[in-house]
């Protein structure tokens, strides 16, 4: 479409529709155009689907339309229908039918046919179905919600560093919404940071901060998985990484500038840093926590920070003017001035989070799990029951189905019948 | 020392039973299958030992690891077709499909990281549990299911041919293997429904969102659908016989990819767990 980027950016910055675009987010590839699309349809049929199948179903668990009409003589007709014959002269068999299916909890009532009844097992089941289509909507209106009211950012603190609600502290902001745009107010500082290891393996990542929100001052331990939740704020760990404190001093020994410096290297990587107050030296860091130098190759033993040392190439213009390793308490000697390596401490970087939409999502997944229970755990299962009078006495027709399971209900009803048979014939003999 | 004992027990055990299940197959030898589900009943119980000896060693649950999934994976898959085994004998051969699935879980985990490791702290959560219980009893049952389609099929060809056998007259009427098939893939439904749910509850509390559309989280939700679908297609439209049991067949493609495909083919996932060492720097 466009010939270079500069021609994209033109139309980028001068185009409405590129604005709006961006405005409501579809600039992002899950947010595109296609997807949105797919969506809106796939929502539009569920929500079609749906509404139309609202009186089926409310039908289906009995709560609207009549009840089926039948009678024995259509039963009869049925590959599996079952036939009780009772001795008795059928006085009072309706009560004991119902006394019978209310023990079984079935729901149990009479037919719209002389001497029908019906039973149903989970008659509601049919409302699950409802519960969870309509859940669906729910997460939608919880996903927008979330989508278009969250903000995140990454925002690295040293150990005794604090936050005080600058923007400009933040490392990248990931996420700015286009409404809602006003955060809280949240003040933070960072009082220890303590990762624990075993077998190399990092276990434990201990934050100790103290948080303010507004007025409210709150003390906390946060760990990986354990979050601060505060209203729609979150504060949550995500990684962190060395600030070694470096202090540059001139030939008098006189110090010229120092800085913690939050470097990304305990992953093995090199970093790169610059002082403020000369930008023509570059430093590159690779860091070791547990240095050893065995047959003249440097190398870690473990990675828990039991003797810190950190490899530093100096470069100032195009020029590598030093190249060495330096332990904790140690200098590098650049020449007009050197360089020590006099502390270090941890910095953790913070994903903080602030989005509303919980409750409907949340609620969204509770309906939409009870909604597949109901439907397909306790589906339904009906009966048609006959009398007719032979001779005086009585003969039952039962004529069953299950939802999805047809063949397996077959030996249920078998026991069912048999079970009712008992009932029948102990009732009269009792 | 147990535990590789036993791990390797439960290998050689499920080799032989895969062999047998398949000569039986072949060979309409119901005496194969008979002699397969009494070599695997017991290799479940060494199975069962070192899920437990490995929960108990390491105080979590079994998930920490490849050895550890495919430990957890297979346990599930075998003792729904154990279940199965003791519920309805005519139903053993499912296990031909979920005996050698298994097989290959513990051998691929055997090679990869047999020894316990410290549990990560990104995996230090009660989710976890959640999760990854559901996770495998969806794999579990979707594997059966898997199962109750080739039987299907396998029943569904030598029926159309002029003479059965008895071997498979033995197999149970295609219709209940359909309605069998059909109530594992509801169970597989439901337990991967609740998987995703405690999937995205964690996830905000890890990585701070329930959704990251991160390709493990895609593809479960494709392999969701993709069994709701099969669901609507036998329930709405009535959708039956072979073409349902290939569906099933074919369906477990997209549960493996999700939970062991992805890990190798990608290397951006976020569900890549486990130990964050230096290792160019110990060298």
Known sequence: MFDNEELYVLWKDSSIISRVMDFIGFTDIYMSPLTIV????????????????????????????????????????????????????????????????????????????????????????????????????????????????????????????????????????????????????????????????????????????????????????????????????????????????????????????????????????????????????????????????????????????????????????????????????????????????????????????????????????????????????????????????????????????????????????????????????????? | MLEDILTWSCIYSYTIASILLLSGFVFNKEKLLKIASYIVVPAFAAHTVIFVMRWAATGYFPANSEFENAITGGWFAIGFTVYLFIKNRALTGVALFTVPASLLLLGYGVMKSPDPLPLAASLKSSWLVIHVLFAQLAFGAYAIASGMGLLYVLKDRRMSRDRMSMFYKKIPRLEVIEENMFRFVVYGFIADAIMIVAGAIWAKDLWGNYWGWDPVEVWSLISWLLYGLSIHLKVTLGWKGRRLAWLMIFLLITVIITYWGIDIVVENTRHIFGVTSMPDLMQ
């Open chain 1, 38 to 430: 797919l969506l809106i349809l796939f929502f539009i049929n569920l929500l079609v689907v749906t509404l139309n199948r609202v009186p089926v179903m409310l039908k289906r668990a009995y709560l609207t339309g009549e009840l089926p009409s039948f009678a024995a003589a259509q039963l009869k007709q049925g590959k599996n229908v079952a036939v009780i014959a009772s001795e008795t002269d059928g006085a009072g068999l309706d009560e004991r039918l119902k006394d019978f299916f209310k023990e079984k909890r079935w729901f149990f009532r009479e037919g719209r046919g002389p001497a029908t009844y019906i039973a149903v097992r989970n008659r509601l089941s049919p409302i699950g179905f409802l519960l969870f289509h309509f859940s669906f909507f729910l997460c939608l209106i919880g996903g927008l919600m979330i989508t278009y009211t969250r903000f995140s950012g990454n925002l690295p603190l040293t150990e005794g560093q604090s936050f005080q609600g600058d923007v400009q502290q933040f490392r990248v902001i990931t996420r700015d919404p286009k409404i809602f745009k006003r955060l809280s107010p949240l003040e933070l500082y960072v009082e220890r940071v303590q990762p624990v290891y075993d077998r190399e393996v990092p276990t434990e990542l201990v934050v100790g901060l103290q948080a303010k929100f507004g007025d409210d001052i709150q003390r906390t331990t946060l760990r990986i998985n354990e979050p601060l939740h505060r209203g729609a704020m979150s504060v949550i760990v995500e990684r962190i990484g060395v600030s070694p404190l470096f202090i540059v001093r001139g030939p008098s020994g006189k110090q010229i500038d120092a800085a913690y410096v939050s470097l990304n290297v305990l992953g093995g990587q090199e970093d790169v840093f610059q002082f403020d107050s000369d930008r023509r030296y570059s430093f590159n860091v690779k860091f070791f926590p547990d240095y050893v130098k065995e047959d003249g190759y440097e190398s870690t033993r473990s990675i828990e920070m039991k003797n810190p040392a950190i490899r530093l190439v100096v470069g100032k213009d195009t020029k590598i003017i030093y190249s060495g390793t330096i332990r904790l308490g140690e200098s590098a000697d650049l020449g007009p001035f050197t360089v020590s390596f006099n502390d270090i401490r941890y910095w953790v970087e913070f994903l903080i989070v602030r989005e509303y939409g919980k409750i409907p999502l949340i609620a969204g997944f509770i309906i939409a799990g009870i909604g597949l229970i109901m439907r397909l755990v306790f589906y339904q299962k009906r009966l048609r029951i006959a009398i007719e009078y032979e001779k005086d006495k009585p003969l039952l027709y039962l004529d069953g189905r299950s939802e999805y399971f047809k063949y397996s209900f077959e030996d249920e009803m078998a026991k069912l019948v048999e079970e009712l048979e008992k009932f029948l014939t102990g009732k009269r003999k009792g």
